[in-house]
């Protein structure tokens, strides 16, 4: 009895349209798609790359370029929360399938380039100028150990030295 049921089941499907319908898939929030890197906020600190389990990612600070190769990468959001500058996120849709291997590659742009420069630039002049401070502290500190062993020091002095200090 089972069978006959089970036959009338089958010419049914195979004379009729079938039940499902292709429709676009629409990706919960959350869904881990693939890594997107915003080259303007990039610094190519190339942490990013250290902790990429299948090392998917590279960064050639030279170049000055990132690359991804997309089919090694497994989606784990290592890059994404390690990165310092929040550059990297990941988007919501997946790659699409190809025949062969690619590795994605960007590049910096030259605006990019220019403002990681004036801002290393400004970093190394504010090294520098710190440590002329340093050592012109040192300096006089060691001015002002050797003076009380040469003549006593008066109460102005003394605020004056204590008022440099602070600045």
Not at 64 to 71: C, Y
Request: with cysteine; net charge positive.
């Amino acid at each position: 009895m089972a069978i006959v049921s089970f036959k009338k089941t089958i010419l049914r499907n195979l004379v009729s349209k079938p039940y499902t319908r292709k429709s676009e898939k629409e990706y919960p929030e959350g869904t881990r798609g693939h890594v997107e890197n915003d080259m303007d906020l990039c610094v190519l600190c190339g942490l990013c790359s250290i902790k990429c389990p299948t090392h998917a990612i590279t960064v050639d600070k030279v170049a000055k370029t990132w690359s991804i190769r997309p089919m090694s990468c497994i989606q784990c959001r290592c890059c994404v929360d390690n990165c310092p500058k929040k550059s990297l996120s990941m988007g919501l849709r997946f790659q699409e399938p190809g025949d062969e291997k690619v590795t994605k590659t960007f590049k910096q742009s030259e605006k990019a380039i220019a403002a990681q420069e004036a801002l290393m630039k400004a970093a190394k002049e504010r090294a520098a100028a710190a440590a002329a401070a340093k050592a012109a502290q040192a300096a006089q500190a060691a001015g002002n150990t050797e003076a009380p062993k040469a003549a006593p020091v008066t109460p102005t002095a003394q605020t004056t030295n204590t008022e440099e200090k602070k600045d």
